[in-house]
């Protein structure tokens, strides 16, 4: 099992009132299961608790969370680890290296001062160690992969000359740069319309098969992960 998830519960510091501690219980006992290869979905209404459970796998919640339970990272052949007692420069290896993140709004995610090829040369060049002229032959390939056309010139765009649709594949690009083992994919098709969606939901099960990596799909719409996920985690 690639990453399991035992009875996590997360709750968020809200202040003092009477001199007693107020918290707000965001998540209360989620339990789940990530095989090797393999794409889950995380499936429910808006509050539910959905992005929350996601990004306590890698601790990026605010600082007033609060988290209990055990998220066992353990790819094969390695011993298992739990991601809840692991210190922050722990996690920050992880981070882009094993376990990297595709987000709803890609424009919130990428840095409008730097050029699309700056961002992507950064997680090769830091995780990976690639000298510049490697990172960005890389980097050109990686933008091939994930259907971006003339990817040589789209090295020196910058986001906001790009298409929601092609911002989405740059972050895709970026999150697979260092051959994650698990990619959490948090509602990356929402600010799409339909055709767009289906091309980026295509193109995750694509390099799902061809990474060999496993998927944490994150969505409101059920019909809409049942064609691409092999289990379902209704919130």
Known sequence: MLLSIQDLKVAFRMGRVGGEAVRAHAVKGVSFDIPENTTVALVGESGSGKSVTAMSVLNLLPDNAERTGKVIFQPQGRQGKDLLQCALPELQALRGREIACVFQDPMSS????????QQLCEPLTKHLGLSGRA??????????????????????????????GQQQRVMIAMALSCEPKLLIADEPTTALDVTIQRQILELLSKLKTSHRMSVLFISHDLGLVGEIAKHVVVM
């Open 110 to 117: 990428l840095n409008p001062v730097f050029t699309v090829g």
């Open 135 to 164: 990172a960005i032959v890389h980097a050109e390939e990686l933008l091939g992969e994930v259907g971006i056309p003339e990817p040589r010139r789209r090295l020196g765009t910058y986001p906001h000359e790009l298409s929601g």
